[in-house]
């Protein structure tokens, strides 16, 4: 059996993205407010963001294929799990993956003369192989979310804004914290949705260690922390407070996910938590320019 173009497209797990897109604009949006935005520095940081993210998305789907972990799915399609993929296929599609941000991130730094930045990156693809990858992987110890929190808010917002400003602002801080709350919040609903079948591989998510109710209780606070940034915020910029709009999208998820709702009707919150977050992304990011 062979996987389509489009079954790869769906192994790349693709309504994650806004987890890669989202911190880059606001990044950018921080690095406007100080009249150092760079259009080419922007791009080049975005394309790291994406290719980091289907990276790590696919050596997800290799590694917990070749452990037995995605034997009974809940969720989207698996490469490996399916059987669709060899597992050295998508293994070297991951590696094709973060070869490519290798390549962004060094003419990034070429051009920007940050060469000290090779580190973070380097440190960035190493989180994205062991999340699930390695002897011992961190994303089965229940680390998955503060990674996510350091990586696509703090890492990505700060670092977008870094290269194109040279410096870090408190906006840049307060939309890393915002991003980063947001991702982890993704990856909360994520995990909850797979606590029956995690318990039973014995996946030690953080979700699994907390349980079901206090992972609730754990989502709902971190989709609280952008909001109560933006009010933060609005001291200095007012026009922030446009992003209490997103609230509008990310309502419905709280509403599922303090019902108690579990396995495959999880799936939505996952979903408006992404679109969520891309839509406080783009308001911030504007706001931060204009303001």
Do not use: H
């Not at 949006?29 to 975005?46: D, I, K, P």
């Not at 290719?51 to 490469?79: F, H, I, M």
């Not at 030690?204 to 915020?233: I, W």
């Amino acid at each position: 059996m062979v996987a389509t173009a489009a079954q790869w497209v769906q192994g790349a797990r693709v309504r994650t993205l806004p987890n890669s897109v989202a911190p880059v604009i606001v990044g950018a949006g921080a690095a406007g407010a100080v009249e150092r935005f760079n259009w080419w520095a922007s791009l080049l940081a975005l394309v790291v963001a994406l290719a980091l993210q289907v990276g790590v998305n696919y050596a997800n789907d290799y590694s917990d294929g070749v452990r037995g972990t995605d034997a009974e799915r809940v969720g989207p399609l698996r490469l490996v799990g399916s059987g669709l993929v060899t597992p050295s296929a998508v293994k070297r599609a991951a590696f094709t993956c973060f070869a490519v941000a290798c390549a962004a991130g060094l003419v990034l730094v070429a051009l920007t003369g940050l060469w000290w930045m090779v580190a973070i990156g380097a440190v960035s693809v190493a989180g994205a192989w062991f999340y699930t990858g390695g002897s011992r992987p961190y994303g089965y110890s229940g680390w998955g979310e503060a990674a996510v929190f350091v990586f696509f808010g703090l890492v990505a917002v700060l670092g977008t804004q870094y290269v194109q400003a040279e410096r870090v602002t408190w906006l840049g801080v307060a939309g890393a914290v915002a991003l980063g709350a947001f991702s982890a919040a993704v990856l909360v609903a994520n995990n909850l949705r797979d606590v029956p079948t995690d318990r039973t591989t014995g996946k030690r998510t953080l979700a699994v260690r907390l349980g079901e109710e206090r992972t609730r209780v754990l989502y709902v606070a971190l989709v609280s922390v952008p909001f109560a940034v933006a009010a933060l915020a609005a001291v200095a910029t007012p026009w922030v407070l446009v992003t209490l709009a997103a609230a509008v999208l990310v309502a419905p998820g709280v509403r599922i996910v303090l019902a108690g709702r579990e396995g495959p009707a999880l799936i939505p919150v996952i979903q408006s938590t992404g679109l969520a977050m891309l839509a406080w992304a783009l308001l911030a990011g504007t706001t931060f320019w204009l303001g």
